[in-house]
């Protein structure tokens, strides 16, 4: 028999963070409210952030069965409460990124939204078979080529044989063991931190934006990559900017820049853009960038 204090409904992008996106006269309520637009649809509308980005029994492991588990929603709720005051330190301005601690909190929190993202389901799977049909594709005929080529079939035979469950837990362990190594990556990168100095910042249902000029496969690694997550309508943290700042400095982001990150911060939405204001002044923006690049 389940219990009616588990956690049932689970954010893929958490309310700790939504909540610095709630509208004005909202914000300081115990459930706040926030503007979004539906990138496929146009539709607008404003609603509490308890009932957006959210999924039922999203990394719930056995939601059907007598004794299901929750220790991945739980490793996440102590990941968010965790880095919930270096977030919102962030929010207020403050440097935070460049005390030890807070980066690395704050590392593996914004690692943990580029895997967490039910869409990552979708992904794994795909990677699965990609790795198998470029094994086979590039093999060479060597013993080793074709060693490696054989494994890596192997491995996608064995994803693709799995039932629904166990291609869900693939999914959560890799939401909490991929992260443990893109946080390394992010935190060795540079930091910096901007206001808007005109405009304000979007976030999205993909709030970590990884984007490469190229558009090209690419990893967080890559070089060149662009990696930008925005904290508040009115702050917005930059990591791995190619441009040589100072860290411990907030810096001031021209209104050209600001609709720069803003475009690609939709351009990367999955299904939602998020704001604290109505859409008014970029909703043409967010309907460019969802068919220019």
Not at 36 to 59: Q, W
Not at 76 to 105: D, F, M, T, Y
Not at 116 to 143: C, T, W
Request: with cysteine.
């Amino acid at each position: 028999m389940k219990r009616s204090s588990e956690p049932i409904r689970q954010h893929w992008v958490p309310k700790v963070y939504l909540r610095n996106f709630a509208t004005q006269s909202t914000s300081s309520a115990e459930d706040p409210q926030a503007h979004v637009y539906e990138v496929n649809t146009g539709r607008e509308f404003c609603t509490s952030i308890s009932k957006i980005l959210v999924k039922k029994h999203l990394y719930t492991i056995g939601a059907n069965e007598p004794q299901p588990l929750h220790v991945a929603e739980e490793t996440l709720s102590k990941i968010e409460s965790w880095a919930a005051p270096s977030l919102l330190a962030l929010a207020l301005g403050k440097a935070v990124h460049c005390n030890h601690n807070h980066r690395q909190l704050l590392a593996i929190f914004f690692a943990t939204l580029l895997m967490r993202n039910p869409r990552m389901i979708a992904v794994q799977e795909h990677g699965f078979k990609s790795i198998a049909e470029d094994s086979y594709l590039s093999s060479s005929g060597s013993s080793t080529s074709e060693g490696y080529a054989k494994g890596s079939r192997e491995v996608y035979e064995w994803y693709s044989s799995l039932d629904k469950k166990g291609k869900h837990i693939v999914f959560i362990r890799s939401v909490l063991n991929t992260a443990t190594t893109l946080a390394a990556v992010l935190k060795g990168k540079p930091w910096y931190l901007f206001r808007a100095s005109d405009g304000y910042f979007l976030t999205s249902d993909n709030p970590v934006v990884v984007f490469h000029p190229t558009l090209t496969p690419h990893g967080i690694g890559t070089p060149g990559v662009h990696i930008h997550v925005a904290i508040s309508p009115q702050l917005l943290l930059w990591i791995g900017c190619e441009v040589e700042l100072d860290e411990s400095a907030l810096h001031h982001m021209p209104r050209q820049l600001v609709e720069h990150m803003n475009y690609f911060t939709s351009w990367r939405a999955e299904r939602f853009v998020v704001s604290s204001r109505e859409f008014g002044d970029v909703r043409q923006l967010i309907r460019n960038a969802r068919y220019e690049i």
